[in-house]
């Protein structure tokens, strides 16, 4: 069993930046490839940046590419989303993962945290 817990979310205006933190407890949890996904209101959840245990491969949707950077401190178990030059549609709940292996593919991620908002006004 593996517990995330994602923090870092709110309310930041367009151009902005936030860093969320996604903090993992529980067996062998640094030994996953963690992924961040968000869900915007009435849309589908969609993948948003992956990175693999060593923290070595890293893969980004097109959207965010160049903006955010996925990064982590396997001696904290813990995974960061650093977001700068934030847009209106970047607005969502960010959900932390994880899966055995860098992908962009929501139903190869076991372990889900709950989420947290970010909003980014205009």
């Known amino acids: 069993q593996v517990q995330l817990v994602e923090s870092g979310g709110g309310l930041v205006q367009a151009g902005g930046s936030l860093r969320l933190a996604c903090a993992a407890s529980g067996r062998t949890s640094s030994s996953y490839a963690m992924g961040w996904f968000r869900q915007a209101p009435g849309k589908e959840r969609e993948f948003v940046a992956s990175?693999?245990?060593?923290?070595?491969?890293?893969s980004y949707a097109d959207s965010v590419k160049g903006r955010f950077t996925i990064s982590r401190d396997n001696t904290k178990n813990t995974v960061y989303l650093q977001m700068n030059s934030l847009k209106p549609e970047d607005t969502a709940v960010y959900y932390c993962?994880?899966?055995?292996?860098?992908?962009?593919?929501?139903?190869?991620?076991?372990?889900w945290g709950q989420g947290t908002q970010v909003t980014v006004s205009s």
């Open positions: 993962a994880t899966s055995s292996y860098v992908t962009r593919a929501e139903y190869e991620y076991g372990y």
């Open positions: 990175i693999d245990w060593r923290g070595r491969t890293t």
